[in-house]
């Protein structure tokens, strides 16, 4: 069942009433009596999933996942040869920021 918002145009009283789908929408102010009453149009309330089981890599079979694994462990043994060279940085930057300037 979702929670509606009211609103009354006659003394400005804003509410939330939780109903069914099926209920016919308030006409009646509780506040001031009028039947000045109106139902707004609201984003609705957003799902939040915790835990794990949401997404499709959770129900994978154990056989791709190990195929993965050896994918992964190859493309990080033919990276782990190459020559990682940092970068020179310059004195006159903050933070020890990469200099983007050429060195003179």
Do not use: W
């Amino acid at each position: 069942m979702p929670t509606y918002e009211y609103v009354c145009e006659n003394c400005d009283h804003r509410f939330e009433k939780f109903q069914s789908f099926k209920a016919r929408p308030l006409k009646k102010c509780p506040e001031c009596g009028k039947m000045r009453l109106n139902r707004l149009i609201g984003a609705g309330a957003g799902v939040i999933f915790k835990g794990s089981g949401f997404y499709q890599t959770d129900y994978r079979s154990d056989s791709y996942k190990e195929g993965q694994k050896k994918e992964s462990n190859a493309a990080s043994d033919k990276n782990s040869g190459k020559d990682k060279a940092k970068p020179d940085t310059c004195t006159g930057c903050t933070n020890n920021e990469t200099c983007q300037k050429k060195p003179a």
